[in-house]
């Protein structure tokens, strides 16, 4: 199964057809007669909210799951379908078809070079097909235009790298289609472009992909067709060429999705100021020196930047989670003499961490738990070191009927809930005591098209209300539509707030890339 | 063809259900090389069951057993649940056992109502000390708890014979390296007349009930589990995880110094360098088969101890090895473990017209 024999199929043959495949989980159908066809050289997005079934369907593409009806036809050698052996993981990865998780599947404590061949060598010989490997992988290297360091261990690779080394696994398995999920999730705008000029590469040479996203605008930047699930059911099919944005995005909900707008609103004082504060060691990556920052009631202040500038550094400080090393922060008039995450909280700092799934969310614990966890110990839910379970299972009541957080009820454990539901009980924690300040960190990250246009809704109503919001985020879309006035991170210092009507993209986009805003306009 | 699945939730009945087909899935298993032996495989277990249940003297036999397993099960439990890996359990066992003789052996003299409580409180203090340090260890500079916790066991264990073989010693003793007695004001009472069981079980009980209440009810199990579950959020929600793994390592270091004070002031009366056939151990293996639950430590226990009293009876009667018990614990473990597996996953055979198979389960 080498790359472009004459037995393979040509360019626009099908090559994979999943047909009128159905799967239930008990009550819950999670795919029904879905059918899916993917050409040679061809990117179909499967787009999506949560909880739609793309991941299901890529289960069962893949042999995780065994489809209750359907069949799963993969071109075989000759180039005419055949029937994959079903449940087989096995099988797929010999039919030719490769996953990139969403989450990597890396071992971190291994070279990228050993991870990529890890299992696909004999116990026994080590040494001579190591060198074979090393010639093939180079050989692919070179004709994806893929550039990684093979031999530095995978812990000390940035995000964009682990993609690459699983891409390269992939291709390595002789991989003709390319199952990516959510692959753009995790990476910087950079990153993404860097991703998509490699797709379309690979594509070229006949890989075929097939793209799960739940964001439009880089869809339509990659993908040759768009396939659109709803509910575990297939609710419409474009080509890009004819691809209207609307229409996707009420196909994705199956409603009307609410644009959000950003009313004027009446700057009040100021809530939190940092004064040329530095924060960690000078010599890390991500470290703050002399920042200078105002968040005032009323307004949202926007952070630009590319990731790993000093975002999470600044957003600890806000959160009580780190000192400064030098400067001032004053929150809510006075300096901070106690940098401790529940005195911030109770002092009315409401905190949506940037990672839900590591800082957010406890997922071994059940909703109800989790709403309650920053107050564990306020007379509410406590009293004398007893939990007050009534209280904590009114207000989860509460929080769910109120944020529409889909569970099963206030006792099921959160790690069930999908990426969106678990945003929306992070909202519910933080923003139901009416907090004076917002921390947004990243907020939409990885959500759907509707969770994100909750998220944002609330940041507003937060707005409204006469609270400041400090929002972190990597979204050019979201920080414009939402800020009043936007400052750009780079290399641990944060420009000056610029109001939102006076800057541009491509500014903010230099901005990012380190020039000065002079430079800039 | 075999194929599993993992199972959208987890089903309750099956959580229950899983480890007690583990034990009767152990004792199939152990019957192969009981069969191989040559024992007659019904006869070797009825009798192991009459000698763990068989009569009051078996069943307060298979109690007295349980009572320190129960203690360091229930150590195990608090930190395990924390994610805090407590090895130490053994040596945090034989620094009670030490604390209850130092305290109880005569140097201070006060009636039953004082002295009980007092060697108790010793006992759990030195258990739960000995446990402070590596939790710093792991807290200031990162150090491994297990290496910390099970190297800590060996130290203790010398510590305590060169203790027997010096200022501890009993000078009635002959030279035997062991304690003076407890005296009789310190004595835990028995429970049964003319058996070995004593009151430690009640401590055990009452211990299981404690923590199950404080797991279930209490700020301190809430931010115990939280710390457990994913310490960086709950750092991030504000839960103070230093002091919270602190709290852990004594509740648990201390759980363990009660299981030694019942063995010294309950049923040996004095100290020795053998006094405990590696309960600190067997608690890890209670724990585990208890899938972490309090209350549930305590039926793993009477399972253990049941299984190498009722062992070592059986191989009185007919000869087989009572080896047979560390076989039958070891597959049990083996088979929760499995159990684990099953509540997590569904299992299906997958035929080669797989559709059809698939309706027919859905």
């Known amino acids: 199964m080498t790359h472009g024999t004459a037995a393979e199929p040509a360019a626009g043959e099908a090559v994979l057809s999943l047909r009128g495949i159905t799967k239930r989980f008990g009550s819950l159908v999670a795919n029904e007669a879905v059918d899916l066809d993917v050409r040679r050289g061809e990117v179909v997005a499967l787009l999506g909210e949560n909880g739609a079934g793309k991941t299901t369907l890529m289960n069962i593409l893949f042999g995780h799951y065994v489809a209750d009806e359907g069949d799963v036809l993969v071109a075989g050698e000759g180039g005419d379908l055949q029937e994959l052996d079903a449940g087989s993981p096995r099988a797929a990865l010999a039919a030719g078809i490769g996953m990139v998780h969403q989450h990597f599947t890396l071992a971190e404590n291994l070279s990228g070079f050993e991870n990529i061949i890890l299992g696909t060598q004999g116990l026994l010989d080590l040494s001579v097909s190591r060198r074979g490997a090393r010639r093939k992988l180079e050989a692919l290297m070179r004709e994806a235009g893929l550039d990684v360091a093979l031999d530095r261990q995978v812990s000390r690779l940035s995000v964009g790298e682990k993609q690459r080394i699983e891409i390269l696994k992939a291709l390595y398995r002789d991989a003709r289609i390319l199952v990516m999920d959510e692959p753009t999730a995790v990476l910087t705008p950079q990153e993404v472009e860097r991703l998509f000029e490699t797709l379309r590469r690979l594509t070229s040479g006949g890989l075929s992909v097939i793209f799960i996203a739940h964001k439009l605008s880089e869809v339509l930047a990659i993908a040759d067709r768009i396939v659109v699930l709803r509910g575990g059911r297939k609710v419409g099919e474009t080509a890009r060429s004819v691809a209207d944005r609307r229409l996707i995005a009420e196909m994705m909900v199956g409603r009307h999705v609410p644009t959000t707008r950003r009313e004027p609103g009446r700057r009040g004082g100021v809530l939190l100021e940092l004064r040329d504060v530095s924060s960690g060691e000078p010599s890390d990556r991500g470290a703050l020196t002399e920042v200078s920052l105002a968040v005032a009631a009323g307004e949202i202040i926007g952070i630009a930047g590319v990731s790993g500038n000093g975002q999470s550094r600044l957003s600890a400080l806000v959160a009580g989670l780190a000192r400064p090393r030098g400067g001032v922060l004053r929150l809510f008039g006075s300096e901070v003499s106690h940098h401790d995450p529940r005195r911030f909280a109770a002092a009315g700092v409401a905190r949506i961490p940037e990672d839900r799934h590591h800082d957010g969310i406890i997922g071994g614990m059940t909703v109800a738990e989790n709403v309650v966890v920053e107050e564990i110990r306020a007379k509410d839910y406590s009293r004398w070191g007893f939990l007050r379970k009534k209280a904590i299972r009114s207000r989860a009541e509460a929080a769910i009927r109120g944020y529409d957080v889909r569970c099963q009820g206030p006792d099921a454990p959160a790690r069930q809930l999908s990426g969106g539901n678990m945003q929306k009980l992070i909202l519910a924690r933080v923003l139901d005591r009416a907090p004076r300040l917002v921390l947004a960190n990243q907020p939409t990250r990885g959500l759907d098209v509707g969770a994100q246009s909750e998220v944002h809704r609330r940041l507003l109503e937060a707005r409204a209300r006469g609270a400041g919001v400090l929002l972190i985020s990597e979204d050019l879309d979201e920080l414009l539509s939402l800020s009043d006035r936007v400052a750009v991170m780079h290399g641990g210092r944060l420009s000056e707030a610029i109001e939102t009507e006076r800057v541009g993209r491509t500014t903010l986009g230099l901005m990012m890339a380190g020039h000065g805003r002079e430079e800039a306009a | ?362």
């Open chain 2, 1 to 362: 063809m075999i194929r599993f699945e993992p199972r959208p939730e987890r089903n309750r009945l099956l959580r229950v259900a899983a480890p007690i087909g583990a034990a009767a899935a152990a004792l199939v298993l152990a019957a192969i090389p009981l069969a191989f032996a040559g024992a007659p495989v019904l006869r070797a277990y009825a009798l192991m069951f009459s000698g763990a249940f068989g009569s009051v003297f078996a069943l307060t036999e298979t109690l007295t057993r349980a009572t320190p397993l129960i203690l360091t099960g229930l150590a195990a439990v608090v930190a395990f649940r924390a994610k805090l890996w407590n090895i130490g359990l053994e040596g945090q066992l034989y620094a009670g056992a030490l604390a209850a003789v130092a305290v109880g052996s005569g140097a201070i003299m006060a009636p039953a109502g004082v002295m009980v409580p007092l060697v108790l409180i010793a006992g759990f203090a030195a258990g739960a000390l000995l446990m402070l340090g590596p939790a710093l260890l792991k807290l200031k500079f990162g150090a491994d708890e297990v290496v910390t916790t099970l190297l800590l066991n060996f130290v203790v264990i010398l510590f305590v014979q060169m203790m027997l073989e010096g200022p501890l010693q009993d000078p009635m003793s002959m030279g035997w390296p062991q304690s003076a007695p407890v005296v009789d004001e310190a004595v835990l009472p028995p429970l049964v007349e003319r058996m070995r069981l004593h009151s430690g079980l009640l401590v055990g009980l009452v211990a299981a009930a404690v923590v199950h209440v404080l797991f279930r009810h209490t700020v301190w199990g809430y931010e115990m589990r939280a710390v457990g579950e994913n310490a960086s959020a709950a750092r991030y929600a504000g839960i103070p995880v230093s002091g919270t793994l602190v709290r852990v390592a004594l509740i648990s270091g201390g759980l363990a110094g009660l299981a030694g004070v019942g063995e010294v002031a309950g049923l040996k009366g004095y100290l020795t360098a053998d006094l405990s056939p590696g309960f600190g151990y067997a608690g890890i293996v209670v724990a585990m088969l208890a899938a972490l639950s309090p209350l549930g430590a305590v039926l793993a226990a009477v399972f253990v101890a049941a299984v190498f009293v009722g062992a070592d009876s059986m191989s009185r009667a007919i000869g087989v090895s009572s080896y047979l018990a560390d076989l039958v614990v070891a597959l049990s473990l083996l088979c929760v473990l499995v159990g684990g597996f099953v509540t997590r996953y569904r299992i299906r055979r997958v035929t080669r017209h797989h559709a059809t198979a698939g309706r027919e389960r859905a």
